[in-house]
């Protein structure tokens, strides 16, 4: 008995050991599937003619009144920041700001799918800073396999912890004064959530997103995306709460050859018909799945 | 009988008991990932602290504190448990009782492994609750080497035939494998939503299941103890601290599922529910160790009664 009961603790302990071992080698990003951005179909190329999406997201109802975080975790942080607030629900004037915007599905006037298209990657990097131990921007878009950049311009640590579900998740610590982190996600995804996990309170949002057609709102809740070919297109709108993975509207829209289109929502109270709790993580285009069977 | 054996022992089980708590904070805080170094935190094991000299080591700020604070916590268990096996090999005399203590040795250490996997894989559930589950465990072989060395114990006791039809012994070991999947099922309630997230409802369901089950089985159980042996402190003692324990955790229970409804509207986690939450847990390991403690006195001290041997002799009489 006493025999069975030592094999099977040797099996145990080497088995863990092997597991142990062999995730102590992988690297952050090595740890989820993988999918390269799509390298065929119709490279988009600008014709001159290209339109725009605006509008203003309204906030309907009294907006809720952001919450004071305690900081004394970390007296750095509040020696930063010392009214760090939550900013979960920024509202100003009735407008609702950090809603993402983005252009979810559709066709040019030439009938071809958005999603078939293939967008080169902006050479230039996103920035996520952290700053008075909160993240700015609150929430941000990125292109497929563009630089994501993370700063830390704070006089502490902190750990940056994107939670994917299609692109691979990574946690990295990066000391105050530390070099910047640069990753690339390379499957779209909207949105990723991010958090820190020394500060728990700091979280962020980041949509990866495969075309350059998406906008984020400002303090004043309004949004541009601009260089929208012509042609008819589903708009949704995203912001992070009203559900476990945020709420998400949509709304078709036309844009003529230089014209400029309009779509405005509205979150908050009296949710609409086209209310779709839940962040989609799937592609939303239809892309082709290259590289994956 | 080695009295400071026995002292180390329930150093140890204390230090154990400690270190739930700690772990139990970890979890509470959404601080398991504050450092994705494992087994040093950020290359370094000694806190920072300047006011004594120490200029290097770990910030132990934000959630550093709770994770490498855990970390530290179990580094000295770690130390203590090869303590007791050394202390064990050379002092005690019973095999059974020194091959347990190598329990406890390979139990530590696959629950360091365990730790780190659930740090380097970035938090899976199962890893995360096996983890969970094998610290109940190991507490449980810490309070079993703390009984087995006790005075209590080893003094000649008087045994008693078991009364009544339920034989108690059996009882009290369906109440600990209640508890035991109690356990589980708690700690997978805990590591499937963080404290800004919502309990998933199926899990919550059968964890109040499991509540109700074990408060049958261990209510029921400790309430025969203290009709049918009113006189026996060995059985009666535990039996009344498993139900006042059971009283405590069932209102903690109550109070930490109260707290935890509003925590995902909450910027951080907060303090009431980070502390009642943390007392759920802790009280119940300290029910699982006290029914532990109870099977085990009553295996010591009680035996089937003459008709029941008699029966199982001769089944066909009946």
Known sequence: ?293 | MNKRLHWFALLVASATFFLIVAGALVTSHAAGLATPDWPLTEGAFLPKVESLGMRTGVNMVGNLFWEHGHRMVATTVGLLTIGLVIFLFVAEKRQWVRRLGLLALFGVIAQGLLGGLTVKLMLPLAVSTAHATLAQLFFCVTVSLAVFTSASWMREQPIREEQGSLPLRYLCVAAASAIFLQLIIGATLRHSATWDQHLPTDLLLTHVGGAVAVTVLLGSASLLFLRRYPGERFLTRPAKIALLLLAVQLLLGIAAYITRLGSPNDPQPLNPMIGITVAHVACGALVFATTIVLTLRSFKVLRASDLALTLSASPQRS
């Open chain 1, 1 to 293: 008995m006493f025999k069975q009961i030592k094999v099977w603790l040797v099996l145990t302990t080497i088995l863990s050991l092997v597991a142990l071992g062999s995730s102590c080698g992988k690297t952050a990003n090595e740890g989820g599937p993988t999918e390269p951005a799509a390298t065929t179909g119709k490279a988009y190329t600008a014709k001159g003619d290209e339109g725009t999406v605006s509008g203003a997201i309204s906030f309907n109802g009294t907006a809720p009144t952001p919450k004071k975080i305690d900081t004394s975790a970390d007296p750095a942080c509040g020696t930063a920041n010392p009214n760090l607030q939550t900013e979960d629900t920024s509202v100003k004037d009735g407008k609702l700001a950090n809603v993402f915007v983005y252009i979810k599905d559709g066709a040019t006037a030439d009938g071809t799918k958005v999603g078939d298209y293939t967008y080169s990657t902006p050479s230039g990097a996103v920035t996520l800073d952290q700053k008075g131990c909160q993240y700015v921007p609150h929430v941000l878009g990125v292109q497929v396999n563009q630089k994501f950049r993370v700063t830390n311009s704070d006089p502490t640590q902190h750990n940056i912890h994107p939670n994917p579900k299609s692109n691979p998740g990574w946690n990295q610590t990066q000391p105050n004064g530390a070099a910047a982190i640069e990753k690339t996600f390379a499957r779209h995804e909207v949105l990723i959530p991010v958090k820190c996990d020394q500060h728990p309170w700091m979280k962020s949002y980041v949509a990866v997103v495969k075309h350059p057609f998406f906008a984020v709102t400002a303090d004043d809740g309004t949004f541009v995306i601009k260089g929208l070919p012509p042609g008819k297109y589903t708009v949704a709108a995203w912001h992070e709460k009203g559900g476990a993975n945020g709420t998400e509207k949509t709304m078709e829209v036309t844009v003529a050859a230089n014209g400029t289109a309009k779509a405005d929502f509205a979150f908050g109270d009296a949710p609409t018909a086209s209310n779709r709790p839940g962040l989609e993580m799937m592609p939303a285009l239809d892309l082709p799945m290259i590289g994956r069977h």
